[in-house]
């Protein structure tokens, strides 16, 4: 069985909170991490950022909503540095809106990005893990997926497809040593909730029992144990990670 070091993982939407706290820990773990990114200014901030802490990271250009796009950075990937063995669908999106007032447009970019980049990136994988004999895939979904939010029609239709998306697929590569499973955090302290105003944060923490936001880490230690060796017998699993806020 190969080594950490030798074993390629791809996590898209790098660049924000979350994914940033993938790069890092998986990157200490010890794997081959490389970084999707489709925001260049934000990719060389996150570049710095990485390089400043030691983290040796690739990052690649690529528009996970566009399926010709993924297939172009996968195929740079795997010709440039290797197979992909590990898939963390991470990227993605927020157009809120209330229904009523909610266009075309705004339904489409989320479903596109949320939704039908895990099509994109999974397909473009898949067929390499199945021939390897193994595979770990890792969707990122949220607690509004579960629950439902205000404003987020289009944002909990695509995450709760990632579940879906997840159950199914788990149980069709399963013979094959490949893991499916999905994470749903709650409010994570990343840059877009600390941008909120407080008063609303403030209302947001005192509906979560632990009386806190969750930590990007916290989702990443999450993430590094269902890639690892040690847990090839969960498949199909949601992971909500949410303080307590929502248990189903």
Request: charged share 20%; aromatic share 6%.
């Amino acid at each position: 069985m190969k080594q950490n070091n030798e074993r390629i993982a791809l996590i898209t939407g790098s660049t924000g909170g979350i994914g940033t706290a993938l790069c890092r820990k998986l990157s200490e773990d010890g794997y081959q991490v490389v970084g999707n990114f489709r925001n260049e200014e934000k990719s060389v901030q996150l570049q710095q950022e990485l390089d400043k802490t030691g983290h040796h990271i690739e990052l690649v250009h690529g528009d996970v909503s566009d399926f010709d796009s993924v297939g172009t950075m996968v195929q740079h990937i795997e010709t440039n540095i290797g197979p992909i063995d590990i898939l963390i669908n991470n990227a993605g999106i927020t157009r809120d809106t209330s229904f009523v007032k909610m266009t075309k447009a705004q339904w489409d970019e989320v479903l596109n990005t949320n939704l039908n980049s895990v099509f994109n990136c999974t397909r473009h994988v898949i067929q390499g893990m199945v021939e390897r004999r193994f595979g770990r895939i890792i969707n990122i979904s949220s607690i509004n997926a579960q629950k439902g939010q205000y404003g987020q029609t289009n944002y909990s239709t695509a995450k709760a497809g990632m579940h879906g998306f997840t159950k199914s697929l788990a149980l069709e590569v399963a013979k094959y040593g490949i893991t499916v499973n999905t994470i749903s955090p709650g409010y994570i302290e990343t840059e877009m909730v600390m941008a909120v105003p407080e008063n609303i944060r403030e209302k947001i923490i005192a509906q979560i029992p632990v009386g806190r936001l969750g930590g990007p880490t916290e989702i990443a230690e999450a993430v590094s144990f269902l890639i690892s060796a040690k847990s090839g017998f969960i498949t199909g699993s949601n992971f909500a990670i949410n303080g307590g806020q929502h248990m189903a």
